[in-house]
């Protein structure tokens, strides 16, 4: 085999660069399965180099099936690696592997691709190839009984990937035309709105302390009386809490009605939003 010939083969099986291959044969003395060792150590020494800069863009994936949905982000640091073709395709396979493991990342980075490698090993790999940092981020699976899910992409990539994703989970028996809209329409109003939970109990502690301080340090030089300062503090935190609770948020496609007044106009007995999940690159 011709020293050309050699090092299209490395290329083809590493996916390494044509100068990297070159090099690695030549260490090698022209044993490729050396060569291929050597690539790989350098593909960890690279990558490990570049695990300490940003990566505050790349994609997020939806992958489902008839029970299940599941959102996971891949981080890189610039848009352009994010439209990559070979960062595309690692990314769909990474999706539906996500999907499979219930958004459980031990066995995400252990999971099998279809070349045979360890998720870890083909990271370090793409790292190494393309250049850039990239990093596994946030994953949600949702799935619940008896329920289904509607998923919306914002600026999409490509497919199933996009730069904004929510899944909306909504549970009911009833399988009317209303019902796809009225699914497709929350997934948009979450995507737009941006809820922290699905009713204002569920809002953090932690969140509402916060908030409850900005309001207090806000009314702390107004002049007003303690009482009515107390007053305005209960209803900029009431507020707070309408605003950012799905169920009691303007409806982004009619303002005057909230997302329950909505869901009442449906006439739909047993519906019930149970779940969603929102992720946005750089939030």
């Known amino acids: 085999m011709s020293e050309i010939e050699q090092i299209k083969k490395l290329r083809k099986t590493t996916g390494a660069g044509f100068k990297d291959c070159n090099s690695a044969l030549k260490e090698s003395k022209g044993d490729i399965d050396k060569a291929i060792e050597i ?6 020494s690279k990558a490990s180099k570049k695990m300490s800069r940003e990566a505050n863009e790349g994609v997020v994936a939806v992958s489902a099936d008839n029970e299940k949905s599941s959102v996971i ?12 073709e070979n960062f595309i395709e ?7 592997l996500n999907n499979k493991v219930n958004s459980n990342n031990d066995k995400l980075i ?24 990239i990093t596994l981020g946030r994953s949600k ?6 329920s289904k899910n509607f998923i919306y992409h914002h600026t999409i990539v490509k497919d199933n990937l996009s730069k904004l994703a929510v899944i909306a989970c909504v549970e009911t028996k009833d399988k009317s035309e209303n019902l796809n809209l009225f699914g497709k329409q929350l997934a948009m109003h979450i995507a737009a709105s941006n809820p922290i939970s699905l009713n204002s109990d569920g809002i953090q502690k ?5 908030e409850q301080e900005l309001i207090s340090e806000e009314l702390k030089n107004s002049g007003k009386p303690e009482e009515i300062v107390k007053k305005i503090s209960i209803g900029k935190l009431k507020k707070f809490k309408e605003e950012n609770s799905l169920l009691n948020q303007a409806w982004v496609m009619e303002p005057k009605k909230t997302v329950n007044d909505i869901i009442k106009d449906l006439n739909i007995s047993d519906l019930k939003v149970k779940d969603f999940y929102r992720i946005k690159i750089g939030e």
């Not at 045979?116 to 083909?122: D, L, P, Q």
């Open 39 to 44: 690539l790989r150590i350098k593909g960890i």
């Open 73 to 84: 982000e891949v981080n890189c640091e610039t848009d352009f690696v994010a439209k990559n």
């Open 90 to 96: 690692f990314v769909k396979e990474i999706s539906e």
């Open 110 to 133: 252990k999971a099998i691709m279809k070349n045979g490698k360890k998720v870890e090993e083909n990271l370090v790999a793409m790292i190494a190839k393309i250049g850039e940092k």
């Open 141 to 146: 699976t949702i799935e619940h009984n008896g």
């Open 206 to 210: 932690e969140i509402l302390d916060k």
